[in-house]
């Protein structure tokens, strides 16, 4: 059974930092690209990253650019979004998914397993 487990998110202050950690199971890790999205309050899925299978490609949204970083390890079927410089419209529940394929990819179609989430909320 695929399983997608995040972990990580919590309160941080304006300027802080998280790690969100997202450990998959149940399929070749190491064979998929993995990505990121998140949904504020009210607001529609915004993908914020994409890794592809051998860590060689990253993407990222505008918004977040310069500040996150996704990484991954495969020896532990874990991917990672390392947030700095954290604002409050950062807020809201975040995802990982895992790739229908190996490329990186930043649209939804191109994912398939989803995580149940994870929340990060920003405010001092």
């Known amino acids: 059974q695929l399983q997608l487990v995040e972990s990580g998110g919590g309160l941080a202050q304006p300027g802080g930092s998280l790690r969100l950690s997202c450990v998959g199971s149940?399929?070749?890790?190491?064979?998929?690209?993995m990505g990121w999205a998140r949904q504020a309050p009210g607001k529609g899925l915004e993908w914020v990253a994409g890794i592809n299978s051998d860590s060689s490609s990253t993407l990222y949204a505008d918004s977040v650019r310069g500040r996150f970083t996704i990484s991954r390890d495969n020896t532990k079927n874990t991917v990672y979004l390392q947030m700095n410089s954290l604002k409050p419209e950062d807020t809201a529940q975040y995802f990982c998914?895992?790739?229908?394929?190996?490329?990186?990819?930043?649209?939804?179609?191109?994912?398939?397993?989803w995580g149940h989430g994870t929340q990060v909320t920003v405010s001092s």
């Open positions: 998914a895992k790739g229908r394929g190996s490329w990186p990819t930043l649209f939804r179609d191109d994912y398939d397993y």
């Open positions: 149940g399929f070749i890790f190491s064979t998929y690209s």
